[in-house]
């Protein structure tokens, strides 16, 4: 009964975000080529040794980043395309060679890269990217409960009072789930470009023409 109440508290909490503005920018912070662009036009003023040791810390990041998305997306999203993956390489056809990998990356491709058009009111796209958005966070739901709960066996949620408890493993649980499909990966390609950036900025010369 606990875990019920918890569910409709939590049900209750994400319905009130997303009524309010909260929500409202998700597509905007899914859109990677805009927040590229952000990145871009920031590194243009970071120069010399401030951009080699803000490249370095990039790279940190999107290596971490990277790590999360592939043992917390790609993973579960290639356990589950293995009969579609299985089905297709059947036919024997050489250039399906990579299909299984590309297919397992498909999900996170539609979500990033297609939100810029999705905003234009493609509508096949646009519930195409709402279906990869559902497969995306079931397959990596099952992931991200299993480890919220070693949390809540090793106490993590101990302090709290049963049923907040409850509602915040509940919570935990939806909140991996959404970084796994969402923020992991985007924030490994967005930490990666930009410490590319920034490396190649290492020895630009600064903007009053000198070498710093």
Request: no cysteine; proline share 3%; glycine share 6%.
């Amino acid at each position: 009964m606990n875990e019920l109440i918890a569910w409709i508290i939590a049900a209750a909490v994400i319905l009130l975000l997303a009524n309010t503005n909260v929500a409202d920018g998700l597509f905007d912070a899914l859109d990677l080529s805009d927040n590229l662009r952000r990145a871009a036009e920031w590194t243009r003023g970071v120069r010399g040794a401030p951009a080699a040791v803000s490249a370095a810390s990039f790279f940190v990041l999107a290596y971490v980043f990277g790590a999360l998305a592939y043992r917390y997306d790609l993973v579960p999203t290639w356990r589950f395309i293995q009969p579609v993956a299985q089905d297709v390489l059947s036919s024997g056809a050489e250039w399906l060679t990579l299909f299984a990998v590309f297919l397992t990356l498909l999900p996170t491709l539609i979500e990033l890269a297609s939100v810029g058009l999705v905003q234009r009111s493609i509508k096949a796209l646009e519930y195409m990217t709402y279906f990869f958005i559902f497969f995306d966070l079931v397959t990596d739901y099952t992931e991200a409960a299993a480890l919220v709960e070693v949390w809540q066996r090793s106490g993590l949620f101990d302090p709290l009072p049963s049923l907040i408890a409850g509602t915040a493993v509940v919570l935990a649980k939806i909140s991996w789930t959404f970084a796994a499909s969402f923020a992991f990966e985007f924030l490994a390609i967005l930490f990666a470009v930009t410490g590319l950036l920034l490396a190649a900025n290492v020895r630009a010369p600064t903007a009053g023409g000198g070498m710093r």
